[in-house]
């Protein structure tokens, strides 16, 4: 007859219990083969039985004789008269003693019902146990303010390189930003939802699904209205993380960032796709140290492109590889910074431009249409990537179906510092970043395959010469919030100054955050913002960002948004 473990272990537990009474009651003497024992007797017949194994049995009755051994200690049994044949001695046990005994085995008992759930009916499984869920929900009125003096029409490259190729000679106009038309009152969600499983050994992974307008890596809002029409919901999170030691993890898949960072670089809103190793390691009880290094896919080439044409060309997967170090010292309680150093490296970004292309021919593609970004906003230097061949036929009025393309690469040297202490009790944060483009060099604008005759922004008042050609490869930004950064209960408040400088090729357009001039670089100005809690899950915010271009035609832009977020 087989019993089930949780069958045993309610009756080894009960049987310990009456076990321990029964001994400490009373009987005191040695145990032989066929003992007068009622309990010890009952303990073999459960064996016979099945019921119990020989082994946990035994373990059971030298546990129980042990703890009767020490209840007789406790007693003074050693200065004891020695009994005479044929008498019986019962040991005196304190109450005291004897409550003890049971007390210690009813919690064992209870931890072991709790912890296995066989004591608690309709309990859940203990798997259930590894999940914690994690999720927050938005409500935004949004505000957009145009300048009247701004330049229109302005090409919106972005959705040129999205829906294109745009045609420069046809009749219909490139597709163009919005830059004179003020947008009030536009309502906005955002809605995430995760899970994360505890695998053991370590192991943990993670699953978020999140709102958003479309597949944009750096926004998940999702703008209402549209009829009514449901929303999308699109995969935001899928990770594996593998801790082998305290000081170590090692995360594979779509991941929240990595890396200490500041919006000057990325969005808050950004998941990085690839792999990273992580590392903390304490120093003293003031220092800790910290490492990020990871690898990251943005955009794989296919391998057959372009078809139409028959040529191929070397791969030029676009990949982004990260190493960042840092240290935090903590002064006191309340007193603490925290600065690291990074280099971002941004590999085959750049634009290529094309081999000769006969469009005229019915040639849809050119060798270099991927060199091209997958998703950008506004401010990188830019310039046509095709070499288009014309038309015998028509030498001076043919289809030229363009695309643009990077004029720089991007390799990203980032300085980020966090002060945080208290002033008259109330928390203080100072934040602080710089970045620098490395591989910035201005005269990469005028090389043979650029030139002024296929740059297409970032040109000054006058004509499109070199000299009105401006751009610069450095950005840098402050912030202070006074109050609990993060409002975790009712009645916690905070204010915040932040003032931003972004230089157009000092980092990658398409990762920076969408709200500071509507997102992309060439961008300087001021934010000011506020929180006020409204319960331990729920808070108020109100922002307002005044922001204008660093270089080239006037552009600029107020922002301002009040939202209520919650959290769970």
Known sequence: MTIGKARHRPARAMLALAIGLSLCAGAAQAQSAASDNATINLVRLLVKRG???????????????????????????????????????????????????????????????????????????????????TGD??????????????????????????????????????????????RTNSLRIRARLGVNVDMGEGVTAGIRLGSGNDNNPVSTTQTLGGGFAKKDVWLDQAWLAWKPTEWA?????????????????????????????????????QLSTFANVGMFPIEYQADDFPS??????????????????????????????KAALAYYRFDHMQGQLSSPCSIYLGVAACDTDTSRS????????????????????????????????????????DANAQFDTKVADTPLRIEADYIRNMAYHRADAFRPDVGLNRLVNNFGAGDITEATYKSGPVGWMLRATLGDVNPHAAGDWNVSLAYKYLQPDATLDGLTDTDFHLGGTNAKGFILGGSYGISKYAWLSLRYFNAKEVFGPPLSIDVFQLEMNARF
């Open 137 to 182: 929900m938005r409500v935004r009125d949004e505000f957009h303010y145009y300048d009247k003096g701004n330049a229109s029409p302005v090409v919106d490259f972005a959705q040129l390189n999205k829906t294109g190729p745009y045609d420069l000679n046809g009749n219909n106009p490139p597709p163009l930003l919005n830059t004179l038309e003020n």
């Open 51 to 133: 019921v119990l194994t020989q082994s946990d049995a035994d373990g059971l009755i030298a546990q129980a004789n042990a703890e009767a051994a020490q209840a007789q200690k406790l007693a003074g049994t050693a200065n004891a008269a020695p009994t005479t044949p044929g008498q019986v001695r019962v040991t005196y046990v304190p109450e005291v003693v004897r409550n003890q005994i049971k007390d210690e085995l009813r919690q064992e008992v209870v931890a072991q019902a709790k912890t296995e759930h066989w004591a608690e009916p309709g309990k859940l499984p203990e798997w259930l146990d590894r999940i914690s869920w």
């Open 374 to 413: 997958a998703f950008m906003q506004k401010g990188n230097s830019l310039f046509l990537i095709r070499d288009i061949v014309p038309d015998p036929n028509s030498p001076t009025n043919y289809a030229q179906p363009q695309f643009v393309g990077l004029v720089y690469d991007y390799h990203v040297a």
């Open 308 to 337: 139409q044409q028959g040529v191929k060309e070397s791969s030029r997967d676009k990949w982004m590889t990260g190493a960042q170090l840092g240290a935090t010292w903590k002064f006191n309680e309340d007193t603490q910074l």
């Open 249 to 285: 993890q090692v995360i594979g898949g779509r991941m929240a960032n990595p890396f200490m960072s500041t919006d000057l670089v990325y969005s808050n809103d950004l998941n990085f796709d690839g792999i990273v190793g992580k590392f903390n390691v304490p120093m003293t009880d």
